[in-house]
């Protein structure tokens, strides 16, 4: 099974800051990852796919780095919108497919 | 869209059927799966099925108690599960892959809102 594992935990950032997320995998998952945010009481939607393509209707602001094993999620100016948590996912190998343990995106 | 029900309370050791209606797409052109989400905790892959319903595959944690299932005539993917335990609640969410008929090609691009199932006595 591939551990897909997120730092930090929780980020607290200043509205209009950028806020860098990271996801490690266990081993090389090549560029099978998406990035999800979650609000409170919200279903996952989908930010990024395939490591670093925008899914429809996702702001310019967000953007996806790395392949392999290591992987960023930059929001580039953070908005009140925006906080919340964001989780990845890896598709390269499973089942299962599997989630990190998410970072929560708070304000400071 | 997606919308979900069938949620609910039962006691450890019973049984609930869920159900996922599917909408504004070509429903038997993609793979569906379930992911579920304790209550304050993350994401976890519960259980996906291919378009055709010909395939289907499980987390290690279900395996055996769940069945994943689809009507395509009705749109309807269902999860059927048996032996509930106090560690399967949780809000259990549907979602769509989106690639394609195969699962696991593709991140999960339609959510639904959930259902609650609590498993308690």
């Known amino acids: 099974e591939i551990v897909m594992t997120q730092s930090p935990a929780t980020l607290s950032v200043s509205p209009g800051e950028r806020a860098t997320l990271s996801c490690r995998a266990s081993q090389s998952i090549s560029s099978d990852l998406a990035w999800y945010q979650q609000k409170p009481g919200q279903a996952p939607r989908l930010l990024i796919f395939d490591a670093s393509t925008r899914a429809t209707g996702i702001p310019a602001r967000f953007s996806g780095t790395g392949s392999g094993t290591e992987f960023t999620l930059t929001i580039s100016s953070l908005q009140s919108e925006d906080f919340a948590v964001y989780y990845c996912?890896?598709?390269?190998?499973?089942?299962?497919?599997?989630f990190g343990g998410g970072t929560k995106v708070e304000i400071k | 869209q997606l919308v979900e029900s069938g949620g609910g309370l039962v006691q450890p050791g019973g049984s609930l059927r869920l159900s996922c209606g599917g909408s504004g797409f070509t429903f038997n052109n993609y793979a569906m799966s379930w992911v579920r989400q304790a209550p304050g905790k993350g994401l976890e892959w519960v259980s996906a099925i291919t378009g055709s319903g010909g395939g289907t595959y499980y987390a290690d944690s279900v395996k055996g108690r769940f069945t994943i299932s689809r009507d395509n005539s009705k749109s309807t993917l269902y999860l059927q599960m048996n032996s509930l335990r106090d560690e399967d609640t949780a809000v259990y969410y549907c979602?769509?892959?989106?690639?394609?008929?195969?699962?696991?090609?593709?991140?999960?691009?339609?959510w639904g809102h959930g259902t609650m199932v609590t498993v308690s006595s």
């Open positions: 996912q890896q598709y390269n190998n499973w089942p299962p497919l599997t």
């Open positions: 979602a769509k892959d989106g690639f394609g008929a195969t699962p696991g090609l593709d991140a999960f691009d339609i």
